[in-house]
């Protein structure tokens, strides 16, 4: 079983939507998440991070975390084309390496 | 963010011959670097840790003697795929680690295609 579960999507939504993205994780010890979005061939770039339970606002993405749930969030409010990605949910381990989940696909259509 | 470079962006080589794929942190001092591998359609795939100046932990699967990784530097590390084959064709993309988690920076990735 991996340590962090998406579901792979594809997730679609049309454009000015809230776009949900979830993510679970089994090691309780993880206190350190982050999500990465990454373009079809290319390579991660980070958009939040979150240490805290509650939410994370910056910009149109809030990310959210509930450690009693063991689930982490992003969502991106007002979407748009240009957010058609995969979204990478990352927590870190016993050793502090991130360890990532297989990514939700995300389509915004016009 | 803090760039990290990788060169080649891209390299076409024979079967059997060996190909050095370069990271560098340009604007922080990388504690650790990581070597990722990413097939078509799939999640990053982590193939081994390195910190400077100490030899690299491979994942477990990855074969050290076929992905040779050096740190010799904060700023530098390299991953040589020796004798490579056709399955070893990938996107690798490196990533480099300051002082914190936050501070973890991917470089561009090098896509390799072995003939």
């Known amino acids: 079983q991996k340590e962090v579960e998406q579901n792979s999507g594809p997730l679609s939504v049309p454009e000015g939507a809230i776009a949900s993205l979830n993510c679970t994780y089994s090691d309780r010890g993880s206190q350190s998440f982050f999500w990465y979005r990454q373009y079809s061939g290319k390579s991660p770039e980070l958009i939040m991070f979150i240490y805290s339970n509650g939410d994370k606002e910056d910009g149109r993405f809030t990310a959210q975390l509930n450690k009693a749930s063991q689930y982490v969030s992003l969502l991106i409010r007002d979407s748009q084309p240009s957010d058609s990605a995969t979204y990478l949910c990352a927590g870190n381990n016993a050793g502090n390496m991130l360890t990532f989940g297989g990514g939700t696909r995300l389509m915004v259509k016009p | 963010g803090a760039v990290v470079s990788q060169h080649p962006s891209w390299v076409i080589c024979k079967s059997g011959t060996s190909v050095k794929i370069e990271c560098r942190s340009l604007?922080?001092?990388?504690?650790?670097m990581f070597w990722y591998r990413q097939f078509p359609k799939q999640s990053l795939m982590l193939m081994a840790t390195?910190?400077?100046?100490?030899?690299?932990?491979?994942e477990q699967g990855v074969e050290k003697d076929k992905f040779l990784i050096n740190h010799a530097s904060l700023t530098l590390s390299t991953l040589t795929v020796t004798s490579a084959h056709p399955e070893d064709s990938s996107f690798y993309i490196c990533?480099?680690?300051?002082?914190?988690?936050?501070?973890?920076?991917f470089g561009p990735g090098t896509r390799l295609t072995v003939t």
């Open positions: 390195s910190n400077e100046g100490s030899k690299a932990t491979y």
């Open positions: 604007d922080f001092q990388a504690t650790t």
């Open positions: 990533s480099a680690r300051g002082t914190s988690l936050s501070e973890q920076y």
